[in-house]
Nanobody, 126 residues
Framework: QVQLVESGGGLVQAGGSLRLSCAASGRTFSTYTMGWFRQAPGKEREFVACITWNGVNTYYADSVKGRFTISRDNAKNTLYLQMNSLKPEDTAVYYC???????????????????WGQGTQVTVSS
């Protein structure tokens, strides 16, 4: 059984920064693509970023490119999302999820992910 636990969310002013973490337990973390998604009230869950199993390739939604950075520490079984220059439209619940194993391409769709965390709220005030 895989468990993913997000942390680091909170309330921040526009232009500020937050760093989200996702701690993974259970089966091997280091061989899987990991991703971040977000869901705002009344909207569908949307892709934010993903990182391949070895950390070599990262992919971002256009809306966060240049502001967010995804990274991972396989020795600590932890995924990160550094969010800078936050905007009110970044307000959402952020989820981490486990994607395909040994996969080197992008994984934009939620259907590619099989385990999800419970989410952490990020609120950006204007």
């Amino acid at each position: 059984q895989v468990q993913l636990v997000e942390s680091g969310g909170g309330l921040v002013q526009a232009g500020g920064s937050l760093r989200l973490s996702c701690a993974a337990s259970g089966r091997t973390f280091s061989t899987y693509t990991m991703g971040w998604f977000r869901q705002a009230p009344g909207k569908e869950r949307e892709f934010v970023a993903c990182i391949t199993w070895n950390g070599v390739n990262t992919y971002y939604a256009d809306s966060v490119k240049g502001r967010f950075t995804i990274s991972r520490d396989n020795a600590k079984n932890t995924l990160y999302l550094q969010m800078n220059s936050l905007k009110p439209e970044d307000t959402a619940v952020y989820y981490c999820a486990r994607g395909p194993e040994y996969y080197s391409n992008s994984a934009y769709s939620p259907v590619h992910y099989d385990y999800w965390g419970q989410g952490t709220q990020v609120t950006v005030s204007s």
